[in-house]
């Protein structure tokens, strides 16, 4: 079914749970600004359970539908999706490099925690300023996480409608303590709920935009074989995604709880799967 405008209800519905999934970013941020404490067990759960949901999807789904076909197909065949698969690992890292920051998206969730919980304050205006900054800079690495980030997911979402539900779920269990790491240190130094708020949710925003860039992509210029190349460099972001941001910031927090939310998360996308 075709909307008005010429919009495909399909990419509309695709659209609105990536709008959703961006929107747990600002969920984070309030978690952030009206409670007393972050608790680092739903943090270690939620993350490690979105890596699994994440890693499962792209290996046992995306990237072998993506190989499947290209290898059936008279075109680029089975190597082309290993070389996509292996591109799209090295994408998001790639970027993150180009980003003046001196760690990781995932790495500030555990000092969000004491900021949120009121045990930080700036000691000066050299202070605010420093915290101001790691804010803002987290924000804009974040922001270009989720580009790439909200690129596949809606290609997932578009392609493999059975597996979208679960997969923008675990995008927005991992979008909230993100929301945490940009809001804690922001409010720290501004002592602003709405600046706070602001910088987490626009950031989160980034994810929309990547889909409307994909259904762009998808709808202009890209052929079926095409298509496919790209559903195998999905899966290699997802892959890099869940191997080393996700489950290491787990299980840095909590490495017990980690590996029982990584194997449920992993447990949940396979029975979704198997009951389509």
Not at 76 to 92: I, T
């Amino acid at each position: 079914m075709t909307l008005p405008g010429g919009v495909p209800e399909d990419a509309l519905r695709a659209f609105i749970f990536i709008l959703l999934a961006g929107a747990s970013t600002g969920i984070g941020s309030l978690s952030a600004l009206f409670s007393k404490k972050t608790s680092p067990a739903f943090l270690a759960a939620s993350l490690s359970f979105s890596a699994g949901v994440l890693l499962y999807v792209a290996l046992a789904e995306i990237f072998s539908e993506a190989q499947s076909y290209l290898r059936a197909a008279d075109g680029p065949g089975a190597p082309v999706a290993v070389g996509a698969f292996l591109a799209g690992m090295l994408f998001v890292p790639l970027i993150e490099k180009l980003l003046p920051r001196r760690h990781g998206c995932h790495a500030d969730v555990p000092e969000a925690e004491g900021a949120s919980s009121g045990e930080t304050h700036p000691g000066g205006p050299q202070d605010r300023e420093a915290l101001l900054r790691t804010g803002f800079v987290t924000a804009v690495a974040i922001a270009v996480h989720n580009l790439p980030e909200g690129f596949a997911a809606f290609t997932v979402a578009l392609r493999e409608p059975g597996a979208a539900a679960p997969l923008l779920l675990a995008i927005g269990l991992h979008n909230i303590p993100l929301g945490v790491a940009i809001s804690a240190p922001v409010y720290s130094a501004t002592r602003d709920r709405g600046k706070s708020f602001l910088y987490a949710f626009t950031s989160g925003m980034a994810g929309p935009l990547g889909a409307v860039i994909g259904y762009l992509a998808l709808s202009s210029v890209m052929d079926e074989s095409a298509t496919y190349v790209l559903l195998a460099a999905v899966a290699g972001i997802m892959t890099y995604a869940a191997l080393w941001e996700l489950l290491p910031a787990a299980r840095a927090i909590n490495p017990r709880l980690s590996l029982g939310g990584f194997v449920a998360g992993m447990g949940v996308m396979a029975l979704c799967l198997l009951a389509l």
